[in-house]
């Protein structure tokens, strides 16, 4: 019973440093790269100012399996709870334990949503906007974000460790957190006291939790404004230079989740007012991740299950020095962002990743088409580039033979390099091939290779001619008459149309040639001429913006 006691007590730790000031006037670029390690070997060096970087060049004749071992690839999380006595405890403590963790979430929550209410009497949403809460509201500000630190407690977060020191508002306006790995990182804006944060309009009707976050004063974007980042801006701005008592505004830098071993590249929206900011790690020194929630990994149900049914977790929140931007990076917010991201990879211990939050909407849209290795797909179109494969005419021929390649399902390293005329000692031949070879076999399955290529080409067109492209697999001879089972086959790699709908397709078609098989031709000028199909010539817009940036 002292333990159950002593595990739901609520304990802060924090440290005395005062905040010192950072500046850096250049950092080396070379520190961010695409090849990032996981461990630190031979190759590796380290830049002045700390941040690790490889070395490594292209020309180097490292095997596949080494490639395929130090990648990483920050979209991606494995949850291994081997130890049956660690299961046994999970699923007693889901019995015992869960629900009531629920009950006290749900009642914390309420409790916060009943003083947020309460603090708002009598403000219009004009007036919310306009100044900073003072007096009695702060103070009902205050309770309210006590209830949510207290939700966090019900759910297993009793302790939260603290090292440096956060920043008075008018020193750093903007704390810049990162890693951004979970949904529980929003246990910060709980801990901070609160701060206002980003956020759509549309977070204001999330039923209880919409008035808590608007209680807090965020600034909220107006998606359909096109004037919505120049808004944004201008409003951090007025905050900062405020003789009001503003509180800070938080961003997670890196837009999306990520598992931790690296740190993606940030968005420019929290360095485009060229004001200090401080920089902020988030930490979860626990012996199981069951917090990290990736676009390729646990869902959030389970997380959260997990998460919930673990006797406590720890959280560190680590303040850093405020930085200041030179006059260079006032100009320039990339590289701002870019600097800044150095200093927390160093005081993390992570390298630099040249991924972005763009490449989730092409990795997603690569899930959507049914393409193997989508979790991959940036770095198989990073080896195809530099191998000289994004080339549709050289793809589309090697493909029309790929019926009659021997062994096609099942290629090893050697034989895929004779495959692409391309040396063994090249680097991204390795690269491409560590990444095609997605289930760890030491061989690969051609169409793979061929699918991932094909998409990569043609991920800027429309699903019509990517599925044009793929026909190419999956036709017998010369003949461009398909089968059920062939035509089944292609349009395996179209969303949006399930095996009932494409039944149905089929057999109209069929109907418009009797005695004959239909052609790809047949299918493409069909679906032209009837609206429910017009999705198919339609080109993803987030891949065009995707492309833009």
Not at 179 to 194: L, M
Request: with cysteine; proline share 4%; aromatic share 12%.
């Amino acid at each position: 019973m002292k333990n159950l006691i002593k595990s739901f007590t609520y304990q802060i730790k924090t440290s005395q440093r005062e905040p010192k000031v950072l500046k850096i006037e250049h950092i080396d670029k070379t520190m961010t790269t695409s090849t990032i390690k996981r461990r630190r070997s031979a190759n590796m060096t380290t830049s002045v100012e700390g941040v690790p970087f490889f070395s490594r060049s292209p020309s180097d004749s490292d095997n596949w399996i080494a490639y395929r071992e130090d990648h990483i690839n920050p979209f991606t999380h494995r949850l291994h709870i081997n130890s049956h006595l660690a299961m046994i405890k999970i699923y007693i403590l889901t019995v015992v334990l869960l629900p009531l963790r629920l009950i006290g979430c749900f009642l914390s929550l309420c409790c916060a949503w009943v003083f947020a209410k309460i603090g708002m009497l009598g403000l219009s949403e004009g007036q919310l906007n306009a100044k900073p809460l003072f007096g009695w509201r702060k103070r009902v500000q205050k309770i309210s974000a006590f209830f949510m630190r207290m939700l966090y407690a019900c759910g297993s977060f009793h302790y939260i460790s603290y090292k440096g020191k956060c920043a008075a508002a008018k020193d750093a306006p903007i704390l810049v957190v990162a890693p951004h790995s979970s949904y529980v990182d929003s246990i910060i804006v709980a801990a901070t006291g609160p701060p206002a944060i980003v956020a759509k309009q549309e977070t204001s009707n999330i039923p209880l939790l919409g008035k808590i976050i608007t209680f807090a004063q965020p600034i909220y974007v107006q998606r359909e404004d096109s004037n919505s980042r120049q808004n944004t801006v201008r409003t951090i701005v007025e905050r900062a230079r405020s003789e009001d008592d503003w509180s800070h505004v938080i961003i997670f830098a890196e837009g999306t989740c990520t598992n931790r071993k690296a740190l993606i590249k940030f968005k420019p929206g929290a360095f485009y007012p060229g004001v200090p900011v401080q920089p902020v790690l988030l930490k979860y020194p626990n012996k199981y991740d069951t917090f990290t929630w990736t676009w390729d990994g646990p869902g959030a149900l389970k997380l959260l299950w997990l998460t919930l049914s673990t006797f406590y977790n720890n959280c560190e929140i680590e303040y850093l020095p405020v930085y200041y931007p030179n006059e260079d990076e006032k100009a320039d917010p990339f590289l701002y962002a870019e600097n800044v991201r150095a200093v927390m990879a160093r005081a993390l211990g992570v390298p630099t990743s040249e991924y972005s939050f763009e490449d989730v909407v092409m990795m997603t849209r690569a899930r959507s088409l049914n393409v193997p290795c989508s979790a991959d797909i940036i770095e198989i179109e990073r080896c195809l580039f530099h191998l000289d494969f994004l080339n549709s005419s050289r793809v589309l021929k090697l493909a029309g033979k790929y019926s009659s390649i021997q062994n096609r399902h099942k290629m090893d390293i050697t034989r895929f390099s004779e495959f692409l005329n391309i040396s063994t000692t090249n680097a991204h031949l390795h690269k491409l091939f560590a990444s095609l070879d997605y289930k760890h076999t030491g061989a690969i399955n051609l169409k793979t290779f061929f699918l991932s290529a094909l998409f990569c080409i043609f991920k800027s067109s429309d699903t019509m001619e990517f599925l044009r492209a793929v026909s190419t697999l999956y036709a017998s001879g010369n003949t461009d008459q398909l089968t059920r089972e062939q035509f089944f086959a292609i349009l395996k790699h179209c969303d949006k149309l399930s095996k009932k709908k494409l039944t149905t397709l089929y057999l109209r078609i069929e109907e418009l040639k009797p005695g004959n098989r239909i052609t790809f031709d047949d299918f493409e000028n069909y679906t032209r001429n009837h609206e429910e199909y017009k999705f198919l010539f339609k080109k993803h817009e987030h891949i065009q913006m995707r492309l833009k940036k």
